[in-house]
């Protein structure tokens, strides 16, 4: 094809020529750090995303009904049955909330323990869970598994006797002693971040009775097939429910750390797009000043008959090339480092010894990459869109050269 040999030949340097060069190549270095850094900070979005759904959401349930009347939920086997044959649930588990003060060696933490069955539970928490601790929980009426957090910043120990304080209020709203439960350290339970400090897990029936719920459970928790449905499902299932209850679902209570990681992801798509339009304009001006410097060639391929359509791709194919070459070594690092990133971290992490995510604050203690093609798709097509895009102008130009202009 003339107009790629043409343009290669351009592309050659003179000495008179190396401005030219080094605004050509830094766009070129432009594009492909910004198609690196895109699409690996990509990759890190979605390794965040990743392990809110299979931390959190493994262990935090999807959606809840509890009962507004104190009895619990009514007619529960049957309601559980109902409910497990709707096509958008995953599977459905009575349980009984508790929110109270623990007591352990004068101390007293805050703390959210769920009644569950343990027997029909257990696969749900064997990644968070270890499996000694849960037979132990298994076999103890009165056991109580704890977070990572609660256990830590209580030395407790496995065995230890504590104590559950549940607040009591009378029919005129004023506060009455409060209840107390006896229960034994059986285990714990390690998500991430702040519910490590927040949740513990103990029997349904223990949990029940006491708060003096006269039927099987206070609610029903549900794991759906798409947890990102949850607000319509929930509200679906609880307006339509025969009795009076509460609803809740996932994004009330965890929903702030998927909407931070959309919102950055989005803030990293605009800026580094923005960075790679910038490298892009570099391309206008190294394409203009080209044009100016090869008047003379252009004119000359002129007389000899060239078409203004060959002088414009000539130029448009110039740019490209640097756009392709430029979108090609970003993407080959990306796809270099992207997999590897968690094992990068670390190792930096361990070489100046500093942790970058502490587990103690957040819900992980390292930096996931989940590195998707679709991401690598769409940035290639918007590197090359504004590629393409910065040669119009410039190879527009270079057709409109005079060879009696530029000859004279």
Not at 197 to 210: D, F, I, K, R, V
Not at 223 to 241: A, C, W
Not at 380 to 385: I, L
């Amino acid at each position: 094809m003339l107009a790629f040999e043409l343009a290669q030949r351009f592309r050659k340097t003179r000495s008179e020529q190396r401005f030219i060069s080094f605004i050509s190549m830094s766009s070129t270095i432009g594009i492909a750090l910004g198609c690196f850094v895109l699409i690996v900070l990509l990759s890190v979005m979605n390794g965040f995303e990743k392990e809110l759904t299979s931390r959190i959401l493994s262990v935090v349930p999807h959606g809840e009904l509890y009962s507004k009347s104190e009895s619990g939920i009514e007619n529960l086997d049957a309601q559980l049955y109902r409910l497990s044959q709707d096509s958008r649930i995953a599977s459905v588990t009575p349980y009984t909330g508790i929110t109270g003060m623990l007591q352990s060696k004068g101390e007293l933490k805050a703390i959210s323990v769920t009644g569950i069955p343990v027997n029909s539970v257990s696969d749900k928490y064997t990644e968070r869970v270890t499996s000694e601790d849960w037979q132990r929980f298994s076999t103890q009426k009165n056991g109580l598994i704890v977070g990572k957090g609660i256990f830590a910043s209580m030395d407790l120990n496995i065995g230890d006797i504590v104590q559950i304080l549940i607040p009591q209020t009378t029919q005129d709203l004023t506060f009455k002693a409060p209840r107390s439960i006896t229960l034994s350290i059986s285990g714990v339970l390690s998500v991430g971040g702040e519910l490590d400090n927040q949740l513990g897990l103990m029997h349904l029936e223990t949990a029940s009775e006491a708060i003096g719920i006269s039927s099987k459970s206070q609610g029903i928790q549900f794991t759906l097939i798409d947890p990102f449905s949850s607000y319509d499902t929930m509200r679906d299932i609880g307006y339509s429910y025969p009795q009076g209850v509460y609803m809740s679902d996932w994004t009330r209570t965890q929903g702030h750390l998927y909407n931070d990681i959309q919102l950055v992801r989005a803030v990293v798509y605009i800026a580094l797009t923005l960075v790679i339009a910038v490298a892009c304009f570099n391309i206008v001006s190294s394409l203009v000043m080209a044009v100016r410097d090869k008047q003379a060639a252009i004119a000359i391929l002129k007389t000899m008959g060239a078409t203004d359509r060959l002088i414009r791709n000539t130029f448009v194919l110039q740019g490209v090339i640097n756009g392709v070459i430029g979108i090609t070594v970003g993407v080959v690092l990306a796809l270099l480092v992207a997999p590897n990133l968690s094992e990068i971290v670390r190792f930096i992490e361990v070489a100046i010894g500093i942790e970058i995510l502490s587990g103690d604050i957040y819900f992980i203690d390292f930096l996931p990459s989940d590195l998707h093609w679709q991401d690598v798709v769409v940035t290639v097509v918007v590197a090359m869109f504004l590629s393409v895009g910065a040669t119009i102008y410039p190879a527009q130009k270079a057709a409109k050269v005079s060879p009696s202009s530029a000859l004279h």
